[in-house]
T-cell receptor, first 113, second 111 residues
Framework: KAGVTQTPRYLIKTRGQQVTLSCSPI?????VSWYQQTPGQGLQFLFE???????NKGNFPGRFSGRQFSNSRSEMNVSTLELGDSALYLC????????????FGPGTRLTVL | ELKVEQNPLFLSMQEGKNYTIYCNYS?????LYWYRQDPGKSLESLFV?????AVKQEGRLMASLDTKARLSTLHITAAVHDLSATYFC???????????FGKGTTLSVSS
C-alpha cells in the first residue's frame, strides 16, 4: 500500500511570494492534516480536512489556507511569504475516526529567502 | 491551551543501558501517540495508547499511559545504536482531528 506522498519535496521562494503544497493521502484515508515543523517551535498543527470540510484549525494567520478535493488529496497555500515561514511542512492522513493513527508523508522543505 | 511536555529533551545513552522518556500533558485526553523521527526523515508511528493503563511493547521500546496522572512514558531497554532518533509524544486534541506534539527527545546511543 502506497504511503502518503507530498510534492514538491523542496521549494525555495522569496518573501512576498505565495506557495502551494500538495498532499496525496493513503488510499482509503479521508482525513488529511497539515503540520509545520521548525527548530524553534517544533511541530505545530495547521489544519485538518475530512471529506472536503475543514474540521479543525490551528493558531496560524489567515495567510495559511488549505483545501481538500473529492479524491481526498489536499493542498495548502501560504500567501505573502515571510522568512519565518521557512519550515518542513508535513501532511498526515488517517481514516478520520477519533482513534485512528495519523500517518505522515515525507514533508515539503520550504525555504523563504 | 493544551500543553505537552517531554523530558529530557536530549538523552545520551550507552548501549545496553535502560532509560525512560516522560511525556506530561495538561488536559484530559485518553489518546496518546508516540512517533519516531530520524534526521531528515518524516515521522514514523510507534505506539497508539487509547485508554488509561494501556501498555504497548515493540522490541526494546515499551510505552504506557496513565490518564489520571496525565503522563505517558517510553521505556528503552538495553539500548542499541539503531534506536538513535528523535522521539515525539503527541496528544489527541478534539476527537482525532489534531495532534499536539511535545518538543521531542533526541536520543543518541553510543557504544
Amino acid at each position: 500500500k502506497a504511503g502518503v506522498t507530498q510534492t514538491p519535496r523542496y521549494l525555495i521562494k522569496t518573501r512576498g511570494q505565495q506557495v502551494t503544497l500538495s498532499c496525496s493521502p493513503i488510499s482509503g484515508h479521508r482525513s488529511v492534516s497539515w503540520y509545520q515543523q521548525t527548530p524553534g517551535q517544533g511541530l505545530q498543527f495547521l489544519f485538518e480536512y475530512f471529506s472536503e470540510t475543514q474540521r479543525n484549525k490551528g493558531n496560524f494567520p489567515g495567510r495559511f489556507s488549505g483545501r481538500q478535493f473529492s479524491n481526498s488529496r489536499s493542498e495548502m497555500n501560504v500567501s505573502t511569504l515571510e522568512l519565518g515561514d521557512s519550515a518542513l511542512y508535513l501532511c498526515a492522513s488517517s481514516l478520520g475516526g477519533n482513534t485512528d493513527t495519523q500517518y505522515f508523508g515525507p514533508g515539503t522543505r520550504l525555504t523563504v529567502l | 491551551e493544551l500543553k505537552v511536555e517531554q523530558n529530557p529533551l536530549f538523552l545520551s545513552m550507552q548501549e545496553g543501558k535502560n532509560y525512560t522518556i516522560y511525556c506530561n500533558y495538561s488536559t484530559t485526553s485518553d489518546r496518546l501517540y508516540w512517533y519516531r523521527q530520524d534526521p531528515g526523515k518524516s515521522l514514523e508511528s510507534l505506539f497508539v495508547l487509547l485508554s488509561n493503563g494501556a501498555v504497548k511493547q515493540e522490541g526494546r521500546l515499551m510505552a504506557s499511559l496513565d490518564t489520571k496522572a496525565r503522563l505517558s512514558t517510553l521505556h528503552i531497554t538495553a539500548a542499541v545504536h539503531d534506536l538513535s532518533a528523535t522521539y515525539f509524544c503527541a496528544v489527541d486534541y478534539q476527537a482525532g482531528t489534531a495532534l499536539i506534539f511535545g518538543k521531542g527527545t533526541t536520543l543518541s546511543v553510543s557504544s
